[in-house]
């Protein structure tokens, strides 16, 4: 049983176990003596690691709920998502068909993309996502299972289902604090490219009992991300609660978290001078980072932690590559 499971008993919240929890915290002494690293890297055990598996607990046992074989999600064409969407469907029975736009290319994204290929996902590519948009309603209807279209989910896998991932994240984040492992944070940072993330923490940050802030780091451009909008998903994550049973009394504005734009670059997927200084600074800590959304999260708690007044906890959200995927 999950830590958010355990906190509201009498809901129905299915849920199947993908990683084994709890992800690791420790400090990062060269970036500061209260520099905190919780590493989400280590969360899956499948081909594919990372906070999007923590959404697929919730997700895949919901759409064995709904009926649905097919899981249908978008993304950029070096999407992590619609990757682990893949391979931890396929092992769960049901097939992901992913609607993907064009991103700059580099290396790490051509490595995506030969993943994809391999992981038995269908994809189609589009040059926009006005033109993913137009092509969407003819792709619920071609991959149908009968009469039954696909299972629908936003970019990131960031619906409300979705965000319970990181609801029960920041509760496992509260238990170790509790526990020691680590001072309370005043901030935790994470990259924003869908808003789940950022969504549940602060949720659960305020369902249990931290005071800590989030501070999410946009690094997609794609469609609207700001404090009102993440709020709004946390609140219909409180919403899907009431539905499934849990006495909840909790109401988030965009005034509860703090969300900065400054680190995106150019465009989505683009790399930034301090996105590649993070990374080099990352390896010395034996990280593992990637350009899009980790390498800017981290540049962004670098500047954090030089003028905070406590503890900054970031959180390491990429999974490398595990085994053959």
Do not use: C
Request: proline fraction near 6%.
């Amino acid at each position: 049983m999950t830590l958010l499971q355990e906190h509201f008993p009498d809901a129905d919240l299915p849920h199947v176990t993908l990683g084994a929890r709890p992800t690791p915290v420790r400090p990062l002494p060269s970036w500061g003596d209260e520099v905190w690293l919780k590493d989400e890297s280590a969360f899956g055990d499948g081909g594919w690691g990372g906070n999007k598996v923590r959404k697929l607990e919730w997700i895949l046992p919901e759409a064995r709920r709904r009926g649905s074989r097919t899981l249908f999600t978008v993304g950029g064409i070096g999407t992590h998502w619609g990757l682990a969407a893949a391979l931890y469907g396929a092992e769960h029975g049901v097939r992901t068909v992913l609607g993907l736009v064009e991103q700059p290319i580099d290396d790490h994204v051509r490595d995506q993309l030969r993943r994809l290929d391999a992981s038995g996902a269908v994809v189609h590519r589009y040059p926009s996502v006005r033109r993913l948009k137009l092509a969407a309603p003819g792709l619920l209807l071609r991959y149908r299972d009968g009469l039954r279209p696909p299972y629908y989910l936003p970019a990131g896998g960031s619906s409300p289902v979705g965000t319970l991932g990181y609801v029960d994240a920041a509760f496992e984040l509260a238990a170790q604090v509790r526990a020691g492992e680590l001072p309370e944070p005043a901030h935790v940072v994470t990259a924003v490219g869908s808003a789940g993330t950022a969504a549940g923490l602060a949720l659960g940050l305020r369902l249990s009992g931290l005071s800590t802030r989030v501070v999410g780091v946009v690094v997609n451009d794609s469609f609207r991300l700001d404090g009102l909008v993440i709020a709004r998903l946390a609140n219909r994550t409180v919403d899907l609660l009431r539905d499934r049973g849990a006495v909840i009394d909790v109401d988030l504005d965009a005034s509860d978290l703090d969300v900065t734009r400054e680190y995106l670059g150019e465009t989505y997927g683009a790399t930034t001078p301090e996105g590649e200084v993070a990374l080099e600074a990352a390896r010395a800590e034996g990280l593992e980072l990637e350009p899009v959304y980790t390498a800017k999260a981290f540049a962004a708690a670098r500047e954090l932690a030089s003028h905070s007044t406590g503890p900054v906890l970031v959180l390491n959200t990429h999974g490398p590559r595990r085994g053959g995927a």
